[in-house]
Nanobody, 124 residues
Framework: HVQLVESGGGSVQAGGSLRLSCAAS????????MGWFRQAPGKEREGVAA???????YYADSVKGRFTISRDNAKNTLYLQMNSLKPEDTAMYSC???????????????????WGQGTQVTVS
């Protein structure tokens, strides 16, 4: 039984930082691509960042230079460090486990088969 639990969301002022965590269980975490997605009210869910089983990282243009994705395989945990936050970053952030070791087309939701419930990030 695969379970993903996100934490670390909250409310911050523009320019602030947050660090999201995604704890995975029931799954061989280190073998697969993992990603962060977000969904703002009235908008479709979009890919934010992804990291392959080999540690290669991918970012949406909107977050490049501000967000950093990382993973700690020993702790089965995925992270998203978010700096210089903007109001447009406000969304529900969810982590996901990919279907493959490599992050093939990491922004496509169909390439992920397990999802967490999400953690809310609000930037004012």
């Amino acid at each position: 039984h695969v379970q993903l639990v996100e934490s670390g969301g909250g409310s911050v002022q523009a320019g602030g930082s947050l660090r999201l965590s995604c704890a995975a269980s029931g799954y061989t975490y280190s073998s697969y691509c993992m990603g962060w997605f977000r969904q703002a009210p009235g908008k479709e869910r979009e890919g934010v960042a992804a990291i392959s089983g080999g540690g290669y990282t991918y970012y949406a243009d909107s977050v490049k230079g501000r967000f950093t994705i990382s993973r700690d395989n020993a702790k089965n945990t995925l992270y998203l460090q978010m700096n210089s936050l903007k109001p447009e970053d406000t969304a529900m952030y969810s982590c996901a486990v990919g279907k493959f070791r490599n992050c093939l087309r990491p922004h496509l939701q169909d390439n992920y088969n397990y999802w967490g419930q999400g953690t809310q990030v609000t930037v004012s």
